[in-house]
C-alpha cells in the first residue's frame, strides 16, 4: 500500500531532550515536507527536501534540523525541545504537485 | 511575501447544496500552484484538487471545482451536491512551482446538515 508512515504517532517529552520524529515514504517521490498544525494558523511548513541530501528552509525551521540521507526518509530532529514546539506534526511527500500526507504525530513538550 | 488567506473561520451548507469556500492568495511569482486539502475530524489530510497559474481551465474533480479568478487572485473551492461526509476542516494552499515551499491558509471549517 502506497503510504507515508510516521512514528511516533504521540509523544510527551520534558524540554531540552533530544527527539526525532522518522517519516518514511515508500512512492519513490522526490519531494518530502515537514509542517506543523496549529489551531488557526493552518499548516506551516518547516523544512522541505527536493532530492537526497538537498534540504531547504520553509517558513519556521528554527528549533528544527532535518536530513535526507535516502530518498524514502525525512527525520525530523528537536535537538533541544521547548513548550512551543508543542504541535501536530505532518510529513508528507509528493511526486511534484500534490502531496501525500502522514498521520500526523501529536508532541507535547513539558 | 506569498500570503494565504481564508475568510470563512466556519460555514454551514444543507445537505446536497452546492457550497463555496474563498480562498484569496497573495504572491509576486509568476509560476505557481494553488492546492486544496480536505482534513475529517480523524486528523488525516486528503489532496482535492490543483490549479497551475497558467491553467485556462478551472481544474475539477469529481464534486469538486476550483473557480480560479487569476486577476482578482481568488482560488474557491466549490462543492457541490453536498453530503454529510463533507463535514471536515478544508485548507487552501500556494506552491512556487520553481521549488517547493508551500503555504496554508488557516482553514474553513465545513458543516454539512442533513
Known amino acids: 500500500e502506497a503510504q507515508v508512515t510516521q512514528n511516533p504517532r504521540y509523544l510527551i517529552t520534558v524540554t531540552g531532550k533530544k527527539l526525532t520524529v522518522t517519516c518514511s515514504q515508500n512512492?519513490?517521490?522526490?519531494?518530502m515536507s515537514w509542517y506543523r498544525q496549529d489551531p488557526g494558523l493552518g499548516l506551516r511548513q518547516i523544512y522541505y527536501s527536493m532530492n537526497v541530501e538537498v534540504t531547504d528552509k520553509g517558513d519556521v525551521p528554527e528549533g528544527y534540523k532535518v536530513s535526507r540521507k535516502e530518498k524514502r526518509n525525512f527525520p525530523l530532529i528537536l535537538e533541544s525541545p521547548s513548550p512551543n514546539q508543542t504541535s501536530l506534526y505532518f510529513c508528507?511527500?509528493?511526486?511534484?504537485?500534490?502531496?501525500?500526507f502522514g498521520p500526523g504525530t501529536r508532541l507535547t513538550v513539558t | 511575501a506569498q500570503k494565504i488567506t481564508q475568510t470563512q473561520p466556519g460555514m454551514f451548507v444543507q445537505e446536497k447544496e452546492a457550497v463555496t469556500l474563498d480562498c484569496t492568495y497573495d504572491?509576486?511569482?509568476?509560476?505557481?500552484?494553488l492546492f486544496w486539502y480536505k482534513q475529517p475530524s480523524s486528523g488525516e489530510m486528503i489532496f482535492l484538487i490543483y490549479q497551475g497559474s497558467y491553467d485556462e481551465q478551472n481544474a475539477t474533480e469529481g464534486r469538486y471545482s476550483l473557480n480560479f479568478q487569476k486577476a482578482r487572485k481568488s482560488a474557491n473551492l466549490v462543492i457541490s451536491a453536498s453530503q454529510l461526509g463533507d463535514s471536515a476542516m478544508y485548507f487552501c494552499a500556494m506552491r512556487n512551482t520553481g521549488g517547493f515551499k508551500t503555504i496554508f491558509g488557516a482553514g474553513t471549517r465545513l458543516f454539512v446538515k442533513a
Open positions: 512512492m519513490n517521490h522526490e519531494y
Open positions: 504572491t509576486s511569482d509568476q509560476s505557481y500552484g
Open positions: 508528507a511527500s509528493s511526486p511534484y504537485y500534490e502531496q501525500y
